[in-house]
């Protein structure tokens, strides 16, 4: 399912632009709005993730969070043994 998108006008420095004219007319990027979208997913998965590594920390303090934190992790040992990577 393709995600809705929208127009929006943004202001980026002309030294940006014309970097990502030169990678278009290079081949290096399909184009400059190609490697926008990629750029903004890019800082978003890295805000979400730096939001998750933040709540993860309070949530470190909260010693009721962590024993039922542990009582999970050791409910599902073997099959957490079965994935690797990130989820």
Not at 34 to 57: C, G, T, W
Request: proline share 2%; glycine share 4%.
């Amino acid at each position: 399912m393709k995600s809705e998108t929208v127009r929006y006008t943004a202001t980026l420095p002309l030294s940006h632009i014309d970097a990502l004219k030169e990678m278009t007319r290079g081949k290096e990027i399909p184009s400059v709005n190609f490697a926008i979208n990629q750029a903004v997913d890019e800082y978003l998965k890295s805000r979400k993730a730096a939001q998750y590594e933040s709540l993860m920390k309070e949530a470190a303090k909260d010693t009721d969070f962590i024993a039922r934190t542990m009582g999970c992790s050791e409910d599902f040992k073997y099959v957490d043994s079965e994935i690797s990577g990130t989820w």
